[in-house]
């Protein structure tokens, strides 16, 4: 059974040391299965995207394997417009 990552309401650049090193902690701590839910995302800009691939990478680098439960409009929206589709693995 894959481990579940929520997302918080905000990934911007005023939020994201605090949340990267929440998030960073449970991208190690699960297990070799991951799925994130982007469900309850608010607000998010290009440092929250940033912080994303860097953590869907590690946990690759990692042998785990990573999807989504669940991403909303705003994260696969602003994921199309900056080119990050493959990257955050929405394609």
Known sequence: MADIITLP???T????GQTFAELR???DTA???ILIDGN???TLDTSGLQALIVLIG?????DKQVGWQQANDLIA??????????ALLLA
């Open 77 to 86: 929206s602003s994921a199309q417009k900056l080119g990050l589709n493959g």
């Open 40 to 42: 309850n995302v608010e």
């Open 58 to 62: 590690s946990a690759q680098e990692n």
């Open 31 to 33: 297990g070799d299965d």
């Open 13 to 16: 650049i005023h939020t994201i």
């Open 25 to 27: 902690e449970r991208f």
């Open 9 to 11: 309401e905000t990934l």
